[in-house]
């Protein structure tokens, strides 16, 4: 059904199709659906939050079960032309089972997988529609699932997707899922997870960590897995040149932490102090004297970069502290072939004039038996914001790297923490620290680090 709303408009209005309960099972249940292309923009919608008013929802086709079934099964679904798919039970937000068997799409449609709705692929999943599984919802894929160059995105549960590819620019965004009991889950099993072909896979973190184990995580070049408080347990991993594990800016937000910078209010405009963490934020004109805390173990370093100060009271005319650089701590039981990078830098922050502190580095916490490769790990403080010739705030500091090792076949990589650069001074150091141990956990060899590329701090030693 379609509905010129204005010239060269068209747009698609909702539909339902109601499916009825077969007393006889039948073969060959095919859906097909197709907008033609008429509706150009993906807009997310909650279906969750419209089971009982479809009507006011536009442009979505909805597969409306009979009130006496609770399951649906089909062999076949083929959605194209930019349509938007959802299912709805009955009653609103009773369970629904869904059964689908072979999936065909050309990229642009979507599909809405609500509260109490439980959608199974029987079938190898090749995933070419943009999908939305909301808070409650449950996708499960037996075994093989490729996610191929569209947006997937999990605020429910993704379940038995043992073996995991993203490709072709394809995103998955694994939010703070709930599962059909409200129950937060925060972990995703896999056997083998592999990024490809420029996919990014994020973790967002709002509640706790987050946590992907399994056998085989690979993130190839051009790839990029990102979290803010992110676990990863595996049996390999590998991150191949250009592929990239990060956690940059995902630590606390500006003014927040255990080393938040401290803000000056914008009627003085003479600069706030960076974040500290694994050293001190660097100091500003208008704190002179006091400079952000350092904190965290360097031993197990497990804790995100504090945010650096901002002008206060924050608004769009003035700047905002940058936000630290979030936390990966990673068990590997084989190997880690790092050939890319892993990173949890600070952010330098945003504003339109000088004077808010930049983030600290956050930290990166790894256990392995071999570490071998020529990658890089950074978790580098960053500058103030510098919109002009100078800044007057101060940088943040670094943050705390951490790997222990059985065995360091030829790992040539690089390992920074320094401070960001500020013009009042600059951050301070973080640490990092290798150690070499054997199977009973005994330590062989230690090898601490801590260099600031040259940047000393403004304030005379303390004697």
């Not at 071998?372 to 919109?387: E, I, K, Q, R, T």
Request: a neutral charge; charged letters at 10%.
């Amino acid at each position: 059904v379609y509905s010129e709303w204005t010239p060269g408009d068209a747009r698609q209005l909702s539909t339902v199709v109601y499916h009825q309960a077969q007393t006889n099972m039948t073969s060959n249940r095919t859906i097909y659906s197709n907008n033609l292309g008429l509706l150009k923009n993906r807009v997310p919608v909650n279906i969750s939050t419209n089971f009982g008013s479809r009507n006011l929802v536009s442009s979505i086709t909805w597969i409306l079960l009979d009130p006496t079934e609770t399951s649906f099964t089909f062999d076949n679904l083929f959605i194209y032309g930019t349509v938007r798919f959802a299912f709805s039970p009955a009653v609103a937000y009773s369970a629904v089972n869904i059964s689908m068997g072979n999936l065909s799409s050309d990229g642009s449609a979507n599909m809405y997988i609500g509260y109490n709705e439980n959608v199974i692929s029987d079938k190898t999943a090749f995933v070419q529609f943009n999908l939305n599984v909301y808070a409650g919802g449950l996708a499960v894929f037996f075994g093989y699932l490729e996610i191929y160059g569209v947006t997937v995105t999990m605020e429910g549960v993704m379940d038995r997707a043992y073996d995991i590819v993203i490709s072709n620019g394809a995103q998955l965004v694994l939010a703070d899922m709930y599962d059909t009991n409200y129950t937060y889950t925060p972990t995703v099993y896999f056997n083998t997870f592999d990024i490809r072909s420029y996919g990014l896979v994020t973790v967002t973190s709002f509640i706790g960590p987050r946590y992907l184990q399994g056998t085989w995580l690979t993130v190839q070049g051009g790839a990029k897995l990102v979290g803010a408080n992110l676990s990863i347990a595996v049996q390999n991993l590998t991150v191949d040149p250009l592929g990239r594990v990060s956690a940059d800016y995902n630590g606390y937000v500006n003014d927040a932490g255990a080393g938040a910078g401290v803000g000056v209010f914008a009627s003085v405009s003479i600069g706030a102090t960076g974040g500290g963490h694994g050293g001190r934020g660097g100091s500003a004109p208008s704190h002179s004297l006091f400079t952000s805390a350092v904190y965290g173990n360097m031993l197990a370093p497990n804790m995100p970069g504090s945010g650096g100060g901002s002008l206060q009271p924050y608004s769009a005319s003035y700047c905002r502290g940058g936000y630290g650089g979030g936390v990966l701590v990673i068990t590997v039981n084989d190997t880690l072939f790092l050939q890319g990078s892993l990173t949890a830098n600070g952010h330098t922050g945003i504003g339109v004039i000088n004077g808010c502190g930049g983030g600290a580095g956050g930290s990166i916490y790894i256990r392995t038996n071999v570490l071998s490769g020529f990658g890089s790990m950074y978790v580098l403080g960053a500058s103030p914001v510098n919109v002009g010739a100078f800044s007057t705030g101060g940088a943040g500091a670094g943050g705390r790297i951490y790997a222990s090792y059985q065995n360091m076949d030829a790992f040539s990589g690089t390992t920074f923490a320094n401070g960001g650069v500020g013009y009042s001074e600059d951050g301070a150091a973080g640490s990092i620290l290798f150690q070499q141990k054997d199977g009973n956990g005994s330590t062989h060899v230690s090898q601490l680090n801590v260099t600031n590329k040259g940047s000393a701090p403004t304030k005379p030693p303390v004697k």
